[in-house]
C-alpha cells in the first residue's frame, strides 16, 4: 500500500526565515512525486512534480527536491502570503495520487 | 483556459437524504477523478475514470456513493442515503492523461450532513 508521511503538521516561521518541509513515502513503481499547495476553503494549487530521485524545481521561493525516499520543500525567505496548507502526493502506476495529511504553514510578518 | 467546474460550492443536508455534485473537467482532458477530503486531512481518492470508463473505484463506499461520467466529458458523484461522516469537501480533478500528468483540481463541494 501506498503511504506519504509529511512533517511537521504545522510550522510557524518569522518573514524571512527559511525553513524546509519534509515528505516520506514508500510506493511501487513510482510515477511522479506531486506538490500542491491549498489555501483554506479552495481546491489544491498544483506546484510542481518530480519523477526521479535526484531532480530539482524551483518556482519563485519554493524549491522541491526529491530522492528515492523522499521529497523536501525548501522555502527561502517566505512571505507572508506563501502562508497555506502544502499537500505532498505520489501516484504509482496508472492510480490516482495518495496524498500526506499537508504541513500547514505559518508566515508571520 | 478554464478550470475545473464544480458544483454546488456547498450543500448542507440531514442524514438519510441524497445529494448530487456536478463536474466538468478541463477541456481535452480524458481522465477525470473524485477526491474525499475530510477536515484536516490530504484528499482521498474515491473513484478515477478514464474517458467514460472506470480505472480504479475500490475507495468508493458503493453502498452509499455512485458516479458516472457520461460521454466521457462531464461526470456526476452521488451519495445516498447519506451519513455524518460524509461531511467533507468533494474535490474533482482531471489530467490529459493517468500517468505522471499534471492532474488539476476544482474549488470543491462544501457537504455538511447534519
Known amino acids: 500500500e501506498d503511504q506519504v508521511t509529511q512533517s511537521p503538521e504545522a510550522l510557524r516561521l518569522q518573514e524571512g526565515e527559511s525553513s524546509s518541509l519534509n515528505c516520506s513515502y514508500t510506493?511501487?513503481?513510482?510515477?511522479?512525486l506531486f506538490w500542491y499547495r491549498q489555501d483554506p476553503g479552495k481546491g489544491p494549487e498544483f506546484l510542481f512534480t518530480?519523477?526521479?530521485a535526484g531532480e530539482e524545481k524551483e518556482k519563485e521561493r519554493l524549491k522541491a527536491t526529491l530522492t528515492k525516499k523522499e521529497s523536501f520543500l525548501h522555502i527561502t525567505a517566505p512571505k507572508p502570503e506563501d502562508s497555506a496548507t502544502y499537500l505532498c502526493?505520489?501516484?504509482?502506476?496508472?492510480?490516482?495520487?495518495?496524498f500526506g495529511k499537508g504541513t500547514h504553514l505559518i508566515i508571520q510578518p | 483556459e478554464a478550470g475545473v467546474a464544480q458544483s454546488p460550492r456547498y450543500k448542507i443536508i440531514e442524514k438519510r437524504q441524497s445529494v448530487a455534485f456536478w463536474c466538468n473537467p478541463i477541456?481535452?482532458?480524458?481522465?477525470l477523478y473524485w477526491y474525499q477530503q475530510i477536515l484536516g486531512q490530504g484528499p482521498k481518492l474515491l473513484i478515477q475514470?478514464?474517458?467514460?470508463?472506470?480505472?480504479?473505484d475500490s475507495q468508493l463506499p458503493k453502498d452509499r456513493f455512485s458516479a458516472e461520467r457520461l460521454k466521457g466529458v462531464d461526470s456526476t458523484l452521488k451519495i445516498q442515503p447519506a451519513k455524518l461522516e460524509d461531511s467533507a469537501v468533494y474535490l474533482c480533478?482531471?489530467?490529459?492523461?493517468?500517468?505522471?500528468?499534471?492532474?488539476?483540481f476544482g474549488e470543491g463541494s462544501w457537504l455538511t450532513v447534519v
Open positions: 477541456s481535452g482532458h480524458a481522465t
Open positions: 475514470f478514464q474517458n467514460n470508463g472506470v480505472v480504479d
Open positions: 510506493v511501487s513503481g513510482l510515477r511522479g
Open positions: 480533478a482531471s489530467s490529459l492523461g493517468f500517468s505522471g500528468n499534471t492532474i488539476y
Open positions: 518530480l519523477y526521479s
Open positions: 502526493a505520489v501516484q504509482a502506476s496508472l492510480n490516482g495520487l495518495t
